[in-house]
């Protein structure tokens, strides 16, 4: 019987379908290589793309805060007189009354810098024109609005027209005035004398130092008037003094007080100003502001005591 022959290489048709396999083999290993690039690249491109979004939003936020933080423009021309609608008309005692007059908006702010003061515009009672400085007892933290503590005198020419406003009416105002000048922690200490009317600077300056958490100076107050109902926004003062009583301190004296009493008497005297005031010393001001007679008195017992001229200011 004859032997097959022995065939050292494979059939044909067995070696195409070998060599089938392995180009298949390897364009499919090709073939995931290219899609995993593809794969990478798409997921570098949406990170890419997120992380542009997350920049331009965070850069869209940034300047959305930059702009509401930025203070907002004032009411007040410093050239002329603009109308302000008086909206509450409160009388707090026989010769005292509260006026509350609306700015344009709810958000509006007066732009009154702290111990400054309006000039406001009236007719007297022969309604020849009268221009008197007021202070208002509001902040630009009270918006919307801001409001005057009025003293009316009977022989004061501007107590008339106020006198005589109503609510609904308006009044002519022009401002800022004036030259005092306050940075939070410029001073120690203040120490404030304050007589009648000339209490209103003093309730301002003392409202933004206590309101402000991050300044710490200390108020020091001697209040003088003739009698107990004289005493303006004492109510607000003392309340003031129960929140903040390590930082703000009031001594009241008055000329006719009642039985009893606890305050000071007579005059503003040197020794009240050496207890209840800040010693003489470079971080610490003394604030004056009353009538003309207890101005000049106080200029007095300061120098007398040895405050210098720089660490005085009168309104």
Known sequence: MAEKPIHLLPPLHLAAAAAAAASAEGGSREGKDLWHE?????????????????????????LLLLRSSKKPKGCLDPENFKEFKLVEKRQISHNVAKFRFALPTP???????????????????????????YTPTTLDSDLGRFELVIKMYP?????????????GDYLSVRGPKGRFKYQPGQVRAFGMLAGGSGITPMFQVTRAILENPSDNTKVHLIYANVTYDDILLKE????????????????????QPPEIWNGGVGFVSM??????????????QILRCGPPPMNKAMAEHLENLGYTKEMQFQF
């Open 236 to 255: 607000e003062l003392d309340s003031m003094v129960e929140t903040y009583p390590d930082r703000f301190k009031i001594y009241y004296v008055l000329n």
């Open 155 to 167: 022989q004061g020419r501007m107590s008339h027209h106020f006198h005589e406003m109503k609510v």
């Open 38 to 62: 593809v794969g990478q690249s798409t997921e570098t491109a949406v990170a890419v793309a997120v992380a542009v979004v997350a920049v331009a939003a965070g850069a869209a936020f940034l």
């Open 271 to 284: 020794e009240m100003i050496q207890t209840h005031c800040p010693a003489p010393a470079a971080d610490i």
């Open 107 to 133: 958000a509006s702010v007066l732009g009154l810098p702290i111990g400054q003061h309006i000039s406001c515009r009236g007719q007297d009672a022969t309604g020849e024109e009268v221009i008197k400085p």
